[in-house]
């Protein structure tokens, strides 16, 4: 460790990473401060096309197609006897991705962690970050080790990409509730003995419980699969109890599921997580940027989370170069808004979602097929893309098309 640094990163996931790869293709020097040791659980696991492009732009495609993960080229939806599926290979923009991966993130995480320490970030694992004092160029970060004990380094620029740790958030007392309604979710890996290929390799999704509550299944490339459910706080406390029983029952018994997880061997014992929409006052200062989870996270509805830490950690990253290359940057406009713009419309499809609106569009009886592409763009991640009515008038689009829908079909 060296004691002056042009960026210190908080969090080696991938918001942090992405930075960090950034960063170092722009020929800074960064030290990333990682509370865990790698490899390790997060959960978050179905990417999007979108990510690709910035895979792409860092270099990283051929290092992480090695890892030779599961491809996702689409996702389906199913409410009882209706299913609602979006390819990849069917959007607005020829030039978009058309696939991507579905991954287990301990081995996800560390592999683009890894790859920016061989690129030349410095990473201290089992680092703690306790305290930070900024100012417009000069950041002092204090951190607790195990066998360094308590140290102190500097940088130039901060990047907070803490995740759930929201490191400065609390520090800075930036935090507020989140708009979304409080839900949780139940899940763990199963062996996925019943998959077939009408099963599908791509993500799941069933609805259950009059739209209160959905299941994912999410297979791997190893034969494994991710399997959970979401729902409001009280169904997902009551899942969990007594070691998950009614978790393991529904995997078992949920009609929607027709036994395709029945009986299947559990990989670790159910984790559960509760409340896990946040929200910050704001998305950078003095000194300092926050990247990823650390900002905003809405729902895993539409597996959005990574991409927008990709995004965000990239972004955030060109812009700390400018900075550091004593460029003006317009932080509110370039990062702020930037990012607030794709969070806003994803925002759109998870109330939609919630609210009904999305079901009566994906599970219409007819269905136009322009419209769906459109949808499948949002879908991949493309959600800054204004050609698209669909993420231009996100609400007033998803809003009227529903009504149309229900009156066409004497709702
Ligand atoms: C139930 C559920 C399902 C999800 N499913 C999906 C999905 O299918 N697809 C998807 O894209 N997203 C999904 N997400 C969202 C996804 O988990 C997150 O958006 C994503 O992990 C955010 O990445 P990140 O890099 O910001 O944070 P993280 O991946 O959480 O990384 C943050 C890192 O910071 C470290 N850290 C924390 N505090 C400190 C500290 N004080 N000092 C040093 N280091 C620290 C942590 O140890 C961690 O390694 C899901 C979320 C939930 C709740």
């Known amino acids: 460790m060296k004691q002056h640094y042009d960026v210190l990163v908080i969090g080696a996931g991938p918001a942090g990473s992405i930075a960090a790869h950034k960063l170092i293709q ?51 939806f199913y409410h009882n006897d209706n299913k609602c599926q979006f390819l990849f290979n069917n959007q607005v923009n020829e030039d978009y991705w058309k696939y991507t991966w579905q991954v287990k993130r301990a081995d996800f995480d560390n ?75 139940v899940f763990t890996h199963i062996r996925d003995i019943n998959r077939t290929t009408d099963a599908g390799k791509n993500i799941l999704i069933h609805v259950f419980r009059d739209n209160k509550a959905w299941f994912w299944s ?21 899942c969990a109890a007594d070691d998950a029983k009614e978790f393991k029952r529904l995997l078992n ?38 990247c990823g ?31 550091l290359n004593g460029e003006v940057v317009d932080w509110e406009n370039d990062y702020s808004n930037y990012m607030k713009k794709g969070i806003n419309v994803f925002r759109t499809y998870v109330d939609g979602w919630y609210d009904g609106r999305l079901g009566t569009i994906f599970f219409a009886k007819e269905r136009n097929e322009e419209i769906m592409k459109q949808i499948c763009s949002v879908l991949a991640g493309y959600v800054w893309d204004e050609n698209n009515p669909f993420v231009k008038k996100h609400d007033k689009v998803v809003t009227s098309l529903a009504r149309v829908i229900e009156i066409n079909e004497g709702k």
């Open 253 to 290: 018994e949920l009609p929607e599921l027709e036994g395709r997880f029945s009986n299947v061997e559990l990989l670790f014992d159910p984790k559960h997580i509760l409340s896990y929409s946040i929200s910050v006052k704001q998305l950078y200062g003095e000194g300092y940027a926050l």
């Open 293 to 323: 989870n650390a900002t905003e996270f809405l729902d895993p509805t539409f597996s959005s989370g990574v991409m927008f830490a990709v995004v965000s950690g990239y972004k955030a990253a060109e812009m700390t170069v400018k900075q």
């Open 111 to 185: 592999v683009l962690i890894q790859e920016a320490q061989k690129r030349g970030a410095d990473v201290i694992y089992e680092a703690t970050v306790t305290a930070v004092t900024n100012s417009f160029n000069l950041q002092t970060v204090e951190f607790e080790h195990p066998t360094m004990g308590k140290q102190t380094v500097t940088a130039t620029f901060l990047l907070d990409a803490s995740g759930y740790g929201r490191v400065l958030p609390r520090l800075k007392d930036l935090e507020v509730p989140s708009t979304a309604l409080p839900r949780g979710a």
């Open 26 to 76: 722009e020929g800074k020097s960064v030290l990333v401060l990682e509370k865990m040791t790698f490899p390790r659980f997060v959960i978050g696991e179905s990417l999007l096309p979108h990510i690709m492009d910035y895979l792409d732009q860092l270099d990283l495609l051929e290092v992480i197609g090695a890892q030779k993960y599961q491809v996702k080229d689409g996702v389906s």
């Open 218 to 238: 999410i297979p791997f490339s190893d034969g494994s699969c991710s399997v959970g459910i979401v729902s409001d706080v009280d169904f997902i406390k009551e």
